[in-house]
């Protein structure tokens, strides 16, 4: 897929070596988020929706025109890697 190409020289550009899981259930994402397994993007308004009560939300700034949240578990600290995400979906949106 073109997208998954696009992703792939991000991810080269950015020394990021992502393991990157796409479904279209929030309920299973935020699943996932909430044990722990990972961390996600999605809209905000998603979030809201589905809230669970140990996953914490960064916003995205700039943000893009959909109101996007990164989604952790809460005793996830602010790290590298998270870090290193961001910057990748900033960079993901601007070659858009």
Known sequence: MEDDKLIEGIEKNHN???NIIKTARTESILGSVSINEGISLLPKSNFEVFHKKNI?????????????????????????????????????????
Request: aromatic residues 12%.
């Open 16 to 18: 990021i070596n992502a």
């Open 56 to 96: 914490n939300t960064i916003s995205l700034d700039p943000s893009i025109k959909l109101s996007v949240v990164l989604a952790k578990h809460k005793s996830t600290k602010y790290n590298f890697s998270i870090k290193k995400f961001i910057d990748f979906v900033e960079d993901f949106k601007s070659e858009l």
